[in-house]
T-cell receptor, first 112, second 114 residues
């Protein structure tokens, strides 16, 4: 069946270090979405990528969508303690109706 | 500007008890979703409602039922709770059913089944 995998599962960094999480899909995706969930909170939409090879930036966050539209990455430059949380990627699930299939997430811990 | 509101926030049940998780959105969204989140497994879709009056199964529907009461409200019912249903439950909504719309999540219900 359709799968979305994320690596790593967990990463801890020192404040100021960079961080990258990778998302790989078993199928070609029409788009990919990224969400952030703070500890004890709910997922919050960050961004959507649609085009092959697309790169988008939000301040210190850089999102990329692979040329084959089967993988994506999120890179955070110079992490801050406010970046702590779990980052999820999600792609459309076959069958429409905006159903999403989520990766298991990458949990980021930032040590001051 | 509440967005998606879920009640209750926490609940402890005994095996075999029933309960209904409530969800309401005030964004005039057409589609609503119920997910469960378990450690290390991301979010899994239980049921969804593409529009008022319609519901359909997601990837893990067994043991659950849903009701789309009106455009605003989408409830999830556990008829006979089991320990395997201990999880965090999130309700979400989107404006429509197209594959390019962000999902807006509620704060979640943390459910423990003893």
């Amino acid at each position: 069946g359709q799968q979305v995998m994320q690596i790593p599962q967990y990463q801890h960094v020192q404040e100021g270090e960079d961080f990258t999480t990778y998302c790989n899909s078993s199928t070609t995706l029409s788009n990919i979405q990224w969400y952030k969930q703070r500890p004890g909170g709910h997922p919050v939409f960050l961004i959507q990528l649609v085009k092959s090879g697309e790169v988008k930036k939000q301040k210190r966050l850089t999102f990329q969508f692979g040329e084959a539209k089967k993988n994506s990455s999120l890179h955070i430059t110079a992490t801050q303690t406010t970046d702590v949380g779990t980052y999820f990627c999600a792609g459309p699930k076959s069958g429409g109706y905006n159903k999403l299939i989520f990766g298991a997430g990458t949990r980021l811990a930032v040590h001051p | 500007n509440a967005g998606v509101t879920q009640t209750p926030k926490f609940q402890v049940l005994k095996t075999g008890q029933s309960m209904t998780l409530q969800c309401a959105q005030d964004m005039n969204h057409n589609s609503m979703y119920w997910y469960r989140q378990d450690p290390g497994m991301g979010l899994r879709l239980i049921y969804y409602s593409a529009s008022e009056g319609t519901t359909d199964k997601g990837e893990v529907p067994n043991g659950y039922n849903v009701s789309r009461l009106n455009k605003r409200e989408f409830s999830l019912r556990l008829e006979s709770a089991a320990p395997s249903q201990t999880s965090v439950y999130f309700c979400a909504s989107t404006q429509g059913t197209g594959n390019s719309q962000p999902q807006h999540f509620g704060d979640g219900t943390r459910l423990s089944i003893l």
